[in-house]
């Protein structure tokens, strides 16, 4: 294979990649840091699935900013075919070649005693038309002849057909394609290829084989607080701790679209706005659009709320009329139904068992995992509701 063009500095080790990450305005943690340093060595893609919003496509952007590469991206959708993914011949040139040449293809079939040894002159020519000159590069041809490394980004791979997952499965193992009518195509200079996925289907173990796979999902408080920060949003840190709890709190009510991390900074910034200095229910409610989507979900995460603001908080039956003005509280507990009492939270708590929406959500009619009693799960849930959305939310 070719050598690695000159002027990229490789990371000298998991450290040095989370500084220059972070001075890209990245913030990774050990295993991301760890990952990308391993995928600049090991030349392997690496392959991230998570939830929307947690920095899936920034890292591929920012991991370009920081080697100086360029990025070549591929954005996957249903339907899409290789001619869009990797090369099509380019029928336009053809045309205007054939045309130019004109004569000269007249010469080549002047003297044919008849159709078919014309034909069959002209056949003898086919790979001057079907060479590399008349190849139209899409992303992935286009990331394996470039002459200067990049970063190639799979962005959403999962939104691909299976068959086109197929056809990233030569390039991925051997940073090559094969195209009939020319030849296989190899790299001049290794890419670095990360591909992500939001989970809506099972990728095939052939292509998570193939990659370095991590799993990236929504940040430790700590760090999402860091990321906050990060942004200059003009929220103070008092309450950019606050509103992270507060995030966190609404992740825990599996909604269809839990906030994600652009969402914790967006609504940092409206409040900053505001000039919100606490965060009542109240303010907090008449915001939420900022950070939640769904209709359905808006309705859930203003019930619940109050009862992050302020655990003790009654909650009124009516939507939208939060009165919970305490303070401070682990919002991971606050919220979840355990503390339901005798003043009709039992009830709702009962009705908003998670995933209550999700089959209907999903137009396919079953039923989500009943009966689950609420849950406390203060770490690592977003992973295994984030596995289990997923799975309901497959396409029928
Ligand atoms: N680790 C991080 N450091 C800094 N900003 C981040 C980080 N993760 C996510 N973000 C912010 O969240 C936004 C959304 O991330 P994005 O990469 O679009 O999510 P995904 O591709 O996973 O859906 C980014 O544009 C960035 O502003
Ligand atoms: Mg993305």
């Given at each position: 294979m070719t050598e690695q063009a000159a002027p990229v500095a490789e990371f000298s080790d998991v450290e040095d990649t989370r500084t220059r990450f972070r001075d890209a305005g990245y913030l990774a943690d050990d295993r991301l840091a760890t990952t990308v340093f391993l995928l600049s060595r090991l030349d392997k893609p690496v392959l991230l699935e998570g939830p929307a919003g947690v920095g899936k496509t920034q890292l591929a952007t920012s991991l370009a900013e920081v080697t100086g590469r360029r990025l070549i991206r591929l954005q996957c959708y249903e339907g899409q075919d290789e001619t869009k993914a990797l090369y099509e011949w380019d029928y336009g040139k053809q045309m205007l070649y054939t045309q130019i040449l004109r004569e000269k293809i007249g010469q080549v079939v002047e003297d044919a005693a008849d159709l078919q040894e014309a034909v069959e002159r002209i056949a003898q020519q086919d790979s001057i038309f079907f060479s590399e000159r008349f190849l139209a590069a899409r992303p992935l041809l286009e990331a394996i002849t470039s002459e200067e490394p990049?970063?190639?980004?799979?962005?959403?791979?999962?939104?691909?057909?299976?068959?086109?997952?197929?056809?990233?499965?030569?390039?991925?193992?051997?940073?090559?394609?094969?195209?009939?009518?020319?030849?296989?195509?190899?790299?001049?200079?290794?890419?670095?290829?990360?591909?992500?996925?939001?989970n809506t289907r099972d990728l095939s173990a052939a292509l998570k084989r193939r990659c370095l796979h991590l799993f990236l999902d929504y940040p430790e408080a700590d760090r999402e607080l860091e990321i906050i920060r990060s942004k200059d949003t003009g929220l103070s840190e008092a309450l950019a701790t606050r509103l992270v709890e507060i995030v966190r709190g609404l992740r825990d009510l599996e909604l269809r679209k839990s906030p994600s991390i652009s969402e914790t900074i967006d609504w940092a910034r409206t409040l900053a706005v505001l000039g919100v200095e606490e965060l009542t229910a109240d303010v907090l409610s008449a915001t939420l659009n900022v950070v939640v989507k769904y209709e359905r979900d808006l309705?859930?995460?203003?019930?619940?709320?109050?009862?992050?603001?302020?655990?003790?908080?009654?909650?009124?039956?009516?939507?939208?009329?939060?009165?919970?003005?305490?303070?401070?509280?682990?919002?991971?507990?606050?919220?979840?139904?355990?503390?339901?009492?005798?003043?009709?939270?039992?009830?709702?708590?009962?009705?908003?068992?998670?995933?209550?929406?999700?089959?209907?959500?999903?137009?396919?009619?079953?039923?989500?995992?009943?009966?689950?009693?609420?849950?406390?799960?203060p770490t690592g849930q977003g992973e295994r509701s984030f596995a289990a959305r997923s799975a309901r939310k497959r396409p029928v």
């Open positions: 990049v970063v190639l980004l799979i962005d959403e791979v999962d939104r691909a057909d299976e068959a086109l997952e197929a056809v990233l499965l030569e390039l991925l193992s051997e940073f090559q394609i094969s195209i009939p009518e020319v030849g296989t195509i190899r790299a001049k200079t290794l890419p670095y290829v990360v591909l992500t996925s939001n309705e859930k995460a203003r019930r619940a709320l109050p009862g992050m603001v302020d655990p003790n908080a009654t909650v009124p039956d009516s939507l939208g009329h939060g009165h919970g003005h305490g303070h401070g509280h682990d919002a991971d507990h606050a919220h979840d139904g355990t503390d339901a009492g005798p003043d009709g939270r039992a009830v709702r708590a009962a009705k908003d068992q998670p995933g209550r929406h999700d089959a209907a959500y999903a137009g396919n009619g079953r039923s989500s995992e009943e009966g689950r009693p609420p849950k406390v799960v």
